[in-house]
């Protein structure tokens, strides 16, 4: 890594945790609906799978040292035996998933509608479809839910998540279209 | 770069090093997250009040550092008010608050320099395994710090700067030229510790290494 790889994935560690800044909306059951998912899917979208998901790790980092990083000022290390750990822990292959499939999808000679499109569906498949799958995998046996009430109860998030991946996507491709960022 | 929010001074917050003020923040924040009995919440809150005092930091100051943390509490304490009941958010906003308090606390006391220390001895083991490199892992955490506060900055600015011209507040508008302007700022960081001449030694590509090292500026 170059020290402007490390200045980026230390800035979009930084992006994710200035959107828990932004109020959020905490639901019964203690899971808060977040901006800080829409930070990590713009990690994977500008930075690429590696950096996007070493700027996910770096916000965990953050958490372990004890700093009210996430949400609502949570933080220390009770955070990873909680009911969100599973999501947290996703992040980062979130962020891996949507900025590899990002990577995949690469082709400036596309319209700007067409790239936007792609964008949001390489936010979807990292930030929501793997996402889900680890928090709900987490909840389901690592806090005991089983897996249909940990499905019901993650399932009232994708509207909102979905509604993040198109904004992810329409901000990355005005963003890269200004600063020229190679994704890896 | 911007201000730290740390801030000289000789309390025995100070005094202490780095590493066992991290540590005692962990256990701290990690029991009270298994403390439900409001009165030893209240209590782990005067603590903390009594703490982040003893810093030499008015009251009025430390309000002032942790303005946007209480509006995400009071979000936080209504909304569980609403959903759950009183005494569970009673219970959670005194949790919250005694977490920020002793965090800041630690925060206060400890200069950057000291942080990336204790990171590269903590990032150490996972470099003998050749998982990492300690320096920049440990760089790379103490420039997110940093990063954080400048991002707030330049978002009041860019508002202010479209609330002149007489448009209005929109997510999507402040979005995109935020972060262009902190990824241009970003790499101008970047250069500027490289001419500083980070890392000491290997994988920078392309830079000169031969630039003598000047003292950074205060």
New interface residues.
């Given amino acids: ?4 790889d ?6 979009m ?3 994710i ?2 959107l828990g ?1 932004v ?6 059951g203690g899971v ?1 609906i977040t901006l800080q998912s829409m930070g990590v899917m ?1 990690a994977g979208l ?1 930075l690429g799978p590696r950096r996007g998901a ?1 700027a996910v790790l ?2 965990i ?2 958490v ?5 990083v996430l ?9 990873f035996a ?1 009911p969100t750990a599973g999501f947290l822990l996703g992040w980062v292959l979130a962020a891996f998933v949507t900025g590899f499939l990002a990577q995949v999808f690469e082709a400036p000679e596309k319209s700007t509608p067409v790239r936007t499109l792609q964008l949001t569906l390489a936010a979807i498949v990292g930030g929501i479809v793997v996402l889900y799958l680890c928090g709900i995998l987490w909840l389901a046996f690592f806090m005991k839910m089983g897996l249909a009430k940990a499905f019901a109860v993650s399932i009232a998030f994708v509207p909102g998540d979905v509604a993040k991946a198109v ?1 992810a996507a ?2 990355t491709v ?2 890269r279209r ?2 020229a ?1 190679e994704r890896k | 770069m911007i201000a730290a929010l740390a801030r000289p001074g000789t309390s025995p917050l100070h005094r202490i090093a780095a590493a066992p003020k991290l540590a005692g923040l962990a256990i701290v924040a990690t029991v009270l997250f298994f403390v439900d009995e409001p009165r030893l919440l209240a209590a782990a809150f005067a603590a903390a009040l009594v703490v982040a005092r003893s810093t030499g930091t008015r009251f009025a100051e430390i309000g002032r550092d942790l303005r946007g943390a209480a509006v995400v509490l009071a979000v936080l304490g209504l909304a569980d008010w609403w959903l759950i009941d009183g005494p569970t958010a009673i219970a959670v906003v005194l949790r919250l608050a005694a977490i920020a308090l002793f965090a800041h606390a630690v925060t206060m006391t400890t200069s950057t320099a000291e942080l990336t220390e204790v990171l590269e001895r903590i990032f150490g083991p996972a470099e003998r395994l050749g998982l990492l490199d300690a320096a920049r892992a440990a760089l790379t955490v103490t420039l997110a710090l940093r990063f954080v506060p400048l991002i707030v900055e330049e978002a009041n600015a860019i508002r202010e700067a479209q609330a002149a011209r007489g448009l209005d507040a929109s997510p999507l508008a402040l979005a995109v030229p935020l972060m262009v302007r902190v990824i241009v700022r970003s790499e101008a960081l970047a250069d500027a510790i490289d001419a500083r001449g980070f890392p000491p030694e290997g994988a920078r590509r392309g830079a000169a290494r031969h630039i003598p090292a000047r003292p950074p500026s205060p």
């Fill in positions: 890594m170059t020290t402007r490390i200045s980026l994935v230390a800035l560690a930084a992006v945790v200035a800044v109020p959020a909306i905490p639901l019964a808060p713009l500008v070493a770096v916000v980092a953050l372990a040292l004890g700093l009210p949400a609502g000022g949570r933080g220390g290390l009770a955070v909680g904004v329409l901000v005005q963003v200004a600063v960022i």
